[in-house]
């Protein structure tokens, strides 16, 4: 036999919307019925033990030989986020550490390393004299502002008195 003939033999292979959860919502009277008319296929099915320790191996979610998610919690087999992912972002990105971490798991070394060299990249620009947050820098620091400061500091404080914002139109 040829692949697709065996893979037709599986219960899985013909009804496979009984498996996996749809997307969305699904009442929950209809969530036991296909669950259990997995579960149900799943014990005609010649490698349901296989099948079952694949689910738990590999954290999946849905009916794997004739477990569901609390099933195989009961057994001490929690699922856990989708092990594959289609068009993943790749590791030594900045979106590979967050697809690390969405997974629960710590960000690989060059994952690590490009999310640093993303934030330095990101930093705030210094704060400039004769700008308002210039002014504030002063007044933090306990300095009297330079000229150039509170002049920018009055022309702010006026717009905010005459439109309700210190930004310049």
Same mark, same amino acid.
């Given at each position: 036999?040829?692949?697709?003939?065996?893979?037709?033999?599986?219960?899985? $292979?013909?009804?496979? +919307?009984?498996? $996996?959860?749809? +997307?969305?919502?699904?009442?929950?009277? &209809?969530?036991?019925?296909?669950?259990?008319? %997995?579960?149900?296929?799943?014990?005609?099915?010649?490698?349901?033990?296989?099948?079952?320790?694949?689910?738990?191996?590999?954290?999946?979610?849905?009916?794997?030989?004739?477990?569901?998610?609390?099933?195989?919690?009961?057994? *001490?087999?929690?699922? *856990?986020?989708?092990?594959?992912?289609?068009?993943?972002? +790749?590791?030594?990105?900045?979106?590979?550490?967050?697809? $690390?971490?969405?997974?629960?798991?710590?960000?690989?070394?060059?994952?690590?390393?490009?999310?640093?060299?993303?934030?330095? %990249?990101?930093?705030?620009?210094?704060?400039?004299? *004769?700008?308002?947050?210039?002014?504030?820098?002063?007044?933090?620091?306990?300095?009297?502002?330079?000229?150039?400061?509170?002049?920018?500091?009055?022309?702010?404080?006026?717009?905010?008195?005459?439109?309700?914002?210190?930004? &310049?139109?």
């Amino acid at each position: 036999m040829i692949a697709t003939e065996i893979d037709k033999a599986f219960p899985c $292979h013909n009804e496979p +919307e009984l498996f $996996h959860a749809p +997307e969305g919502r699904e009442p929950a009277n &209809a969530a036991l019925a296909r669950v259990n008319a %997995a579960k149900a296929l799943c014990f005609t099915c010649p490698v349901i033990k296989a099948c079952r320790d694949l689910g738990r191996k590999l954290r999946e979610t849905g009916v794997w030989g004739g477990e569901d998610d609390d099933d195989r919690e009961a057994a *001490g087999y929690k699922p *856990g986020p989708t092990t594959y992912v289609m068009n993943a972002p +790749e590791c030594g990105t900045e979106a590979g550490a967050k697809r $690390h971490r969405r997974s629960g798991e710590k960000p690989c070394r060059p994952c690590q390393n490009a999310e640093s060299s993303a934030n330095v %990249a990101r930093k705030r620009q210094p704060i400039r004299c *004769g700008t308002r947050p210039g002014y504030q820098r002063h007044r933090r620091r306990g300095e009297t502002p330079c000229e150039a400061c509170r002049i920018a500091n009055s022309q702010a404080d006026r717009r905010l008195r005459q439109t309700g914002s210190t930004l &310049a139109a």
